[in-house]
């Protein structure tokens, strides 16, 4: 079993900034993926951001050259740093992580989301 805890989240005004955190704990022997996930009132869950095991990552063209992804595999965490924030960009984050447990099974894991308000 794997557990995601999220922090980070909060009211910010436009143009700020804030970074969330992610970590993962549990029965995990090796991570695929982290990535970060919005979902709006009314609208579909979407991704955001996502990093692979090599350091390569990707992003919503709605986010690129705002926000930065990044990860501590020795702590089984994933980063995403939120700057020049929009109103736009109000939404619930969610952390998600593919990797193997120790059992060698495939996991797929969500956290419980944390709120990005951007208000002024």
């Known amino acids: 079993q794997v557990q995601l805890v999220e922090s980070g989240g909060g009211l910010v005004q436009p143009g700020g900034s804030l970074r969330l955190s992610c970590v993962a704990s549990?029965?995990?022997?090796?991570?695929?993926?982290m990535g970060w996930y919005c979902q709006a009132p009314g609208k579909q869950r979407e991704l955001v951001a996502n990093i692979f095991s090599d350091g390569s990552a990707n992003y919503a063209d709605s986010v690129k050259g705002r926000f930065t992804i990044s990860r501590d595999n020795a702590k089984n965490t994933v980063y995403l740093q939120m700057n020049s924030l929009k109103p736009e960009d109000t939404a619930v984050y969610y952390c998600?992580?593919?990797?193997?447990?120790?059992?060698?099974?495939?996991?797929?894991?969500w956290g419980q989301g944390t709120q990005v308000t951007v208000s002024s």
């Open positions: 549990g029965s995990i022997a090796s991570i695929y993926a």
């Open positions: 998600n992580v593919h990797g193997r447990t120790i059992w060698g099974t495939p996991f797929l894991s």
